[in-house]
């Protein structure tokens, strides 16, 4: 098999796999790379991370998810498979809704996890002196998840012909929204009563 029909054939999950793999290699690596051990106590800390994330970004990936989907409604851009995209004489599917609005949730929490690993990481090296209000590979986190998104998507929009100026600025606001997330669980986190 050629690597082009390779491609080709990964192209409609790319998205969805791509991010998977992204945040699955950051809590195996990012953790044992900053502690200098990969111990039960280095994957305790990172899954402590990650539940603090998700559980302080949830609400504002439900809010993304639904809130965007006037733009799927518009036939602008969806988080979703472009194929979720309805025709300008169709209606909406609750079936592309719904798709939509879980793709939005999981891809917010992708980011916000890679984030928290970057905060957390920042915050472990700078042990000895005061961490800064916002950490680098927080930002950085969120940014390369949401960069990945943009990327992989608008290659899916371009293999299933929807690809033009709306899509792609559509595509980039997403992105924009997922390079937030890890911003907004920290947030979030630190506004939380103890």
């Known amino acids: 098999m050629s690597l082009h029909a390779s491609a080709e054939r990964f192209r409609p999950v790319s998205v969805p796999v791509s991010l998977f793999a992204l945040v699955v290699a950051a ?3 990012v953790p044992p790379l900053v502690l200098g051990e990969a111990t039960f106590r280095t994957y305790a800390i990172a899954t402590a991370v990650f539940i603090l994330a998700v559980s302080s970004v949830f609400p504002y990936a439900v809010v ?3 809130g965007t989907l006037p733009l799927l409604y518009l036939g602008l851009g969806t988080f979703a498979s472009p194929t979720t995209l309805p025709a300008a004489d169709e209606p909406l599917s609750t079936t ?11 891809y917010v929490l992708a980011a916000a996890v890679v984030g928290a690993l970057g905060f957390g990481a920042d915050f472990a090296v700078s042990r000895g002196s005061s961490p800064s209000l916002m950490p680098s590979l927080l930002i950085v986190g ?4 949401a960069s990945a998104f943009v990327g992989l998507q608008l290659w899916r929009y371009d293999g299933e012909g929807t690809f033009d100026w709306r899509t792609v600025a559509t595509t980039v606001v997403l992105g924009g929204l997922l390079a ?9 986190f630190e506004g939380a009563p103890v």
């Not at 592309?96 to 999981?106: N, T």
């Not at 969120?142 to 998840?145: E, I």
């Not at 937030?180 to 979030?188: G, Y």
Request: aromatic share 10%; net charge positive.
């Open 64 to 66: 993304v998810a639904v």
């Open 96 to 106: 592309a809704a719904i798709r939509h609005v879980v793709a939005g949730v999981a």
């Open 180 to 188: 937030f997330s890890p911003s907004v669980a920290l947030w979030v």
């Open 142 to 145: 969120g940014v390369v998840v």
């Open 27 to 29: 809590l195996l690596f």
